[in-house]
């Protein structure tokens, strides 16, 4: 039976508990322990695939096609973890799950309450995860006291008492706001919010405590007295930044010692990995500067995963990456002009695509090094039907359903489906690389599995049209009959790609496409 750690969250959201949930694994899998994680999520959609990116931030893609949070990204960077589905669970999965068995007769005709049937299924598949490693860390999303994140909160209380309380550590994130009129840090929000922990049973073992600064020794000493944790168990989380700082923040003030202490587990004086990422980030003398074209820039988190892949791109080419946001429904051209490469994401929905389609018309023309990303890769097809084979009004069925060149198009057999996501694409698929193309060159094999999120597909109608100008589709299915990759022969780097190869990148793993990109823009800003 495994170890857990719960990581619950207090006074507000957005205190960064996904990375800290990552960064504690990580700093355990350095102990050469066995992790995994699991995100609790507290609303009731099913998953987030159908959630506006503004109210949720990006979606992210397991290998086994899962559409979910955003921190389970966090949890595979930082560990080497791979997600699955049962790595996130929703509370409308929970509700679904116990709704459809009440519906087949599986509770025998009894009254079915919060309190057993809703804590006992999120208990349920808790420890569907508890075999196969020696910790489990477990982030309680939402704040402690929404109404909504109370069944979660009371299940993982009944668990801690279920396994025994010597294998359960609970972690609480909470903000130390800094109040500049007074000129001083303030822990009331945080006794407040562990306040409220504690009515519900559960005494945090340890405090994570954002804010601006590092905790002087008197705000620690405050916050444990009336927390009832000890002191040393007080933890400053300063801001950073970089995200891979925080692994090294924890372990210099003792955090991974102290969970193993607590789990009477032998602590090791081990070098931590993050020392050289962060140096190197640190230290990298050389910017490069990449136009990130997209309709969610106002939320950076929307990107979240391309962003981290760009910087890890950076990281091994030695450079720092200064992303430049440009607004897809204005696409200032001035902006473009500044960077040294450009990049267009995935996205659904046509706003701001004709926008996208100026961006890559202008790194095509331009030569810079231009990537496309999902509905960024099926815009460059848009784009090169429009203005290299001269196909007015050429588009994706997806925005315009009587166009008359359809370039892009949902396959036959998806027209039928009628659920939302039935009709996508999602999670690992393999993808066969063209020998003498940039794609193999930069794999450096044959065959290569990617994660996709995607309904809209090429159509083969246009590729022999597309290959006589230019156009070399140098990634397919095994069968040949999807396009997986598109690149352009009379340009430095302009690259296209159907998945999502962002999800797969780590620091320490970077994805070859985005160090060949980077390493591109590198390039094109010495010239």
Same mark, same amino acid.
């Given at each position: 039976?495994?170890?857990?750690?719960?990581?619950?969250?207090?006074?507000?959201?957005?205190?960064?508990?996904?990375?800290?949930?990552?960064?504690?694994?990580?700093?355990?899998?350095?102990?050469?322990?066995?992790?995994? %994680?699991?995100?609790?999520?507290?609303?009731?959609?099913?998953?987030?695939?159908?959630?506006?990116?503004?109210?949720?931030?990006?979606?992210?893609?397991?290998?086994?096609?899962?559409?979910?949070?955003?921190?389970?990204?966090?949890?595979?960077?930082?560990?080497?973890?791979?997600?699955?589905?049962?790595?996130?669970?929703?509370?409308?999965?929970?509700?679904?799950?116990?709704?459809?068995?009440?519906?087949?007769?599986?509770?025998?005709?009894?009254?079915?309450?919060?309190?057993?049937?809703?804590?006992?299924?999120?208990?349920?598949?808790?420890?569907?995860?508890?075999?196969?490693?020696?910790?489990?860390?477990?982030?309680?999303?939402?704040?402690?006291?929404?109404?909504?994140?109370?069944?979660?909160? @009371?299940?993982?209380?009944?668990?801690?008492?279920?396994?025994?309380?010597?294998?359960?550590?609970?972690?609480?994130?909470?903000?130390?706001?800094?109040?500049?009129?007074?000129?001083?840090?303030?822990?009331?929000? /945080?006794?407040?919010?562990?306040?409220?922990?504690?009515?519900?049973?559960?005494?945090?073992?340890?405090?994570? $405590?954002?804010?601006?600064?590092?905790?002087?020794?008197?705000?620690?000493?405050?916050?444990?007295?009336?927390?009832?944790?000890?002191?040393?168990?007080?933890?400053?989380?300063?801001?950073?930044?970089?995200?891979? @700082?925080?692994?090294?923040?924890?372990?210099?003030?003792?955090?991974?010692?102290?969970?193993?202490?607590?789990?009477?587990?032998?602590?090791?004086?081990?070098?931590?990995?993050?020392?050289?990422?962060?140096?190197?980030?640190?230290?990298?003398?050389?910017?490069?500067?990449?136009?990130?074209?997209?309709?969610?820039?106002?939320?950076?988190?929307?990107?979240?995963?391309?962003?981290? *892949?760009?910087?890890?791109?950076?990281?091994?080419?030695?450079?720092?990456?200064?992303?430049?946001?440009?607004?897809?429904?204005?696409?200032?051209?001035?902006?473009?002009?500044?960077?040294?490469?450009?990049?267009?994401?995935?996205?659904?929905?046509?706003?701001? /695509?004709?926008?996208?389609?100026?961006?890559?018309?202008?790194?095509?023309?331009?030569?810079?090094?231009?990537?496309?990303? $999902?509905?960024?890769?099926?815009?460059?097809?848009?784009?090169?039907?429009?203005?290299?084979?001269?196909?007015?009004?050429?588009?994706?069925?997806?925005?315009?359903?009587?166009?008359?060149?359809?370039?892009?198009?949902?396959?036959?057999?998806?027209?039928?489906?009628?659920?939302?996501?039935? /009709?996508?694409?999602?999670?690992?698929?393999?993808?066969?690389?063209?020998?003498?193309?940039?794609?193999?060159?930069?794999?450096?094999?044959?065959?290569?599995?990617?994660?996709?999120?995607?309904?809209?597909?090429?159509?083969?109608?246009?590729?022999?049209?597309?290959?006589?100008?230019?156009?070399?589709?140098?990634?397919?299915?095994?069968?040949?009959?999807?396009? @997986?990759?598109?690149?352009?022969?009379?340009?430095?780097?302009?690259?296209?790609?159907?998945?999502?190869?962002?999800?797969?990148?780590?620091?320490?793993?970077?994805?070859?496409?985005?160090?060949?990109?980077?390493?591109?823009? %590198?390039? *094109?800003?010495?010239?």
């Amino acid at each position: 039976m495994a170890y857990y750690i719960f990581v619950t969250g207090g006074v507000l959201s957005s205190l960064g508990k996904g990375v800290a949930s990552a960064s504690v694994a990580s700093l355990l899998e350095e102990q050469g322990l066995r992790v995994n %994680l699991q995100k609790l999520d507290p609303y009731l959609n099913v998953d987030p695939g159908t959630m506006s990116p503004y109210q949720h931030g990006e979606v992210y893609v397991t290998e086994d096609g899962a559409e979910t949070d955003l921190d389970l990204g966090h949890y595979e960077r930082f560990t080497s973890v791979v997600m699955t589905k049962r790595n996130n669970i929703t509370a409308g999965k929970v509700y679904y799950n116990v709704i459809k068995r009440e519906r087949e007769g599986g509770y025998l005709g009894a009254t079915v309450q919060v309190i057993p049937h809703i804590t006992d299924e999120i208990k349920s598949l808790i420890r569907e995860l508890d075999r196969d490693c020696d910790v489990l860390v477990v982030e309680v999303g939402g704040t402690v006291g929404d109404i909504e994140g109370l069944p979660f909160l @009371e299940a993982v209380r009944q668990l801690s008492m279920e396994v025994g309380k010597n294998r359960v550590l609970f972690i609480h994130t909470t903000y130390v706001p800094y109040v500049k009129t007074a000129g001083e840090l303030k822990t009331k929000p /945080t006794q407040h919010s562990v306040k409220e922990l504690r009515a519900i049973g559960i005494q945090p073992d340890i405090i994570l $405590c954002r804010s601006e600064f590092e905790l002087p020794e008197g705000i620690k000493e405050k916050i444990a007295l009336f927390t009832n944790v000890d002191k040393s168990a007080v933890i400053s989380a300063k801001d950073v930044e970089y995200i891979y @700082e925080v692994p090294l923040l924890f372990k210099e003030q003792g955090l991974d010692r102290l969970i193993c202490e607590r789990f009477s587990i032998p602590y090791r004086h081990v070098e931590s990995k993050w020392e050289k990422v962060v140096h190197i980030l640190k230290s990298a003398r050389e910017e490069v500067k990449v136009a990130l074209v997209g309709k969610y820039v106002s939320l950076k988190d929307a990107y979240k995963s391309v962003v981290e *892949a760009l910087n890890h791109g950076g990281i091994a080419n030695g450079v720092r990456v200064r992303i430049i946001w440009v607004d897809s429904e204005r696409c200032e051209e001035e902006l473009l002009e500044e960077a040294s490469g450009i990049l267009v994401p995935g996205g659904f929905g046509e706003r701001g /695509t004709e926008g996208k389609v100026k961006a890559l018309s202008y790194g095509r023309l331009s030569k810079k090094p231009t990537f496309g990303i $999902c509905l960024g890769m099926q815009l460059m097809c848009v784009e090169f039907a429009r203005n290299v084979l001269g196909l007015e009004r050429a588009n994706s069925t997806e925005f315009d359903p009587f166009t008359p060149h359809p370039v892009i198009d949902i396959m036959e057999n998806q027209k039928n489906i009628k659920e939302l996501g039935g /009709t996508m694409r999602l999670g690992s698929y393999a993808c066969v690389l063209r020998e003498g193309t940039k794609a193999r060159e930069i794999y450096g094999r044959e065959v290569v599995y990617e994660r996709h999120r995607h309904r809209y597909e090429f159509n083969n109608t246009y590729r022999e049209a597309f290959e006589a100008n230019g156009a070399v589709f140098s990634g397919l299915s095994p069968d040949g009959r999807l396009v @997986e990759i598109m690149e352009l022969k009379d340009h430095p780097w302009y690259m296209g790609c159907q998945f999502h190869p962002e999800f797969k990148s780590k620091p320490f793993e970077p994805h070859p496409l985005f160090v060949s990109f980077i390493g591109a823009c %590198l390039k *094109a800003k010495a010239q």
